[in-house]
């Protein structure tokens, strides 16, 4: 099971944007990268998924490099309400070992 | 997507008293579903796996016997919290996944325990 490595927490302003980066240096042939926001007292929200290279869906991008030893959520234009919790979960999904979180990384946007 | 249910969504009870939480997917078939606690401003911390039909499979340090575990049917899963004590206070929520999700888990709203 690839551990991950994120920053504890970050700052940012309204309007800008947020990239977390996220290190998995044991990453497996099988593990996919998956991302994650909580607010306070909700279960998490799914953000993005990726295996490799860029994906992008109406809310972030996930850019991946070749090695796919680290991984980079990108939040484009950050509101107030992006303020959460972010955690990137790496693992082989069929194989139900992604299911194990790290600490998350804290986001503030501050207006 | 997919949607997860939790019941109740905050529950008080007396130490020594028994409490069950309901996870339930709502419009998909969760052949596998996952417990987690946490803590104020900590990380989800994975409780166990269950798998419809099958005896659930707890995490090094989760007693079993305390926190009972049925993956009844395809939609519900249940999670019950025996003899509780103030230190199993706590955020409770679960997950599911099944191959109409392209295995993607789904989070539920999250049960808040307080035992007083």
């Known amino acids: 099971l690839a551990k991950t490595t994120q920053p504890i927490s970050m700052d940012s302003y309204e309007g800008q944007e947020v990239n977390i980066t996220c290190s998995h240096n044991?990453?497996?042939?099988?593990?996919?990268i998956t991302w994650y926001q909580q607010f306070p007292s909700q279960g998490p929200r799914f953000i993005i998924q990726?295996?490799?290279t860029k994906v992008t869906n109406e809310v972030a991008s996930l850019f991946i490099p070749a090695d796919r030893k680290s991984s980079t959520l990108s939040l484009p234009r950050v509101s107030l309400s992006d303020t959460a919790v972010y955690y990137c979960?790496?693992?082989?999904?069929?194989?139900?070992?992604?299911?194990?979180f790290g600490a998350g990384t804290r986001l503030t946007v501050k207006p | 997507g997919a949607v997860v249910s939790q019941h109740p969504s905050r529950v008080i009870c007396k130490s020594g008293t028994s409490v069950k939480i309901e996870c339930r997917s709502l419009?998909?078939?969760?052949?596998?579903m996952f417990w987690y606690r946490q803590f104020p401003k900590k990380s989800l911390m994975l409780m166990a796996t269950s798998n419809e039909g099958s005896k659930a499979t707890y995490e090094q340090g989760v007693e079993k016997d305390k926190f009972l575990i049925n993956h009844a049917s395809l939609t519900l899963s249940t999670l019950t919290v025996t003899s509780a004590h103030p230190e199993d206070s706590s955020f409770y929520i679960c997950?599911?996944?099944?191959?109409?999700?392209?295995?993607?888990?789904?989070f539920g709203p999250g049960t808040r325990l307080t035992v007083t």
């Open positions: 979960l790496v693992g082989d999904r069929r194989s139900n070992n992604d299911m194990r």
């Open positions: 419009d998909f078939q969760a052949t596998t």
């Open positions: 044991n990453i497996a042939t099988n593990d996919y």
């Open positions: 990726g295996y490799k």
């Open positions: 997950s599911a996944r099944g191959s109409a999700t392209s295995y993607e888990q789904y």
